[in-house]
Nanobody, 117 residues
Framework: VQLVESGGGLVQPGGSLRLSCAASGFTFSRYAMSWYRQAPGKEREFLVLINSAGGRTNYADSVTGRFTISRDNAKNTVYLQMNSLKPEDTAVYYC???????????WGQGTQVTVSS
């Protein structure tokens, strides 16, 4: 099982980034996918979840209206479009795959996002 995040980097406040998470080694289309982040000295924070079919999403208040999750089950990839970025969005961003029925919970290695002028 692999989850590989990409697309992180340095961006100025107000800018945008699009993160990708490529999955392999499991049946991607049967798993709910989420994005989390962890800033230095803080606990990992839930950001958003998308269900296996892509029809339902759930956003944390901190990113509602600025971040958008999507998935392409044909490409085994989940995306996070991040707009209007703020310095407080600086963190390592992780994708997560979860199958509640099987009790599977997989994590990627993370990608660094730094918002700074």
């Amino acid at each position: 099982v692999q989850l590989v995040e990409s697309g992180g980097g340095l961006v100025q406040p107000g800018g945008s980034l699009r993160l990708s998470c490529a999955a392999s080694g499991f049946t991607f289309s049967r798993y709910a996918m989420s994005w989390y982040r962890q800033a230095p000295g803080k606990e990992r924070e839930f950001l958003v979840l998308i269900n296996s079919a892509g029809g339902r999403t759930n956003y944390a208040d901190s990113v509602t209206g600025r971040f958008t999750i999507s998935r392409d089950n044909a490409k085994n990839t989940v995306y996070l479009q991040m707009n209007s970025l703020k310095p407080e969005d600086t963190a390592v961003y992780y994708c997560n795959a979860r199958h509640y029925g099987l009790g599977h919970d997989y994590w990627g290695q993370g990608t660094q996002v730094t918002v700074s002028s």
